[in-house]
């Protein structure tokens, strides 16, 4: 079966710091992955999307960036935390070898900035 | 910008009522899914409806699609207090990035005892 790893599930970090998060997908290949943030009560804003390994699609512009590895691996990231970049950030993947449509959603990181 | 947008934004309901949430959408869509999230958890997949389906059961979830009106509603009937949670709709558009998902902004179901 397929799952989906996130992590840390909670991060302070201060006001300058650099930002690494970590997503890792397993049991499947060539998945799409995805990074969201959601602010408090709000919907999910779509921040990065990937189709294969080196391929970044980027949807609104900030302070962060994504890169992907390898093949199941996605990484989100900052060389300086802004306070705007608090929130809880999500990755997901959908397709596969199962050509799955729907997305599958690791627990998320709450992140805070100082 | 957010492609769908629910309605209403919070519905409170005894339990053993039903709920209805609606969702629009501005553009063309290949599917349309409906997710749940549990307070501050990842968001879990419900159920999806292709544009070409107007109607789709599962369990005690009852989607419709009317892609004239660019609108779904969630239907959860016989609603239990395990059913509280955040639902959201999200679209996946009608071009080749059939896989990128959209989300609407939620509504936040309460169901008191």
């Known amino acids: 079966s397929q799952t989906i790893h996130q992590w840390p599930a909670t991060l302070v970090q201060p006001v300058g710091s650099p930002l690494s998060l970590e997503c890792t997908v397993e049991?499947?290949?060539?998945?799409?992955l995805y990074w969201y943030r959601q602010a408090a009560g709000r919907g999910l804003q779509l921040l990065f999307y990937s189709v294969g390994i080196g391929q970044i699609s980027s949807e609104v512009p900030q302070n962060l960036s994504a890169s992907r590895p390898q093949d199941r691996q996605f990484i989100l990231s900052s060389k300086k935390l802004l306070l705007s970049d608090s929130g809880f950030y999500l990755c997901?993947?959908?397709?596969?070898?199962?050509?799955?449509?729907?997305?599958?959603f690791g627990q998320g990181t709450r992140l805070t900035v100082v | 910008s957010q492609q769908g947008e629910e309605d209403p934004q919070a519905l409170s309901i005894q339990e053993g009522e039903n709920a209805t949430m609606n969702c629009s959408y501005k553009t063309s869509i290949n599917n349309l899914q409906w997710y749940r999230q549990n307070s501050g958890r990842g968001l879990v997949h419900l159920i999806l409806i292709r544009s070409n389906e107007r109607e789709k059961h599962s369990g005690r979830l009852r989607v419709t699609l009317d892609t004239s009106k660019k609108s779904s509603s969630l239907l959860i009937t016989a609603s239990r207090a395990a059913d509280t949670a955040s639902y959201f709709c999200a679209t996946s558009p009608f071009t080749g990035t059939a896989s990128k998902l959209t989300f609407g902004t939620g509504t936040r179901l309460q169901v008191t005892l």
């Open positions: 049991g499947t290949s060539n998945p799409n």
């Open positions: 997901a993947w959908s397709g596969g070898q199962g050509m799955r449509t729907e997305a599958f």
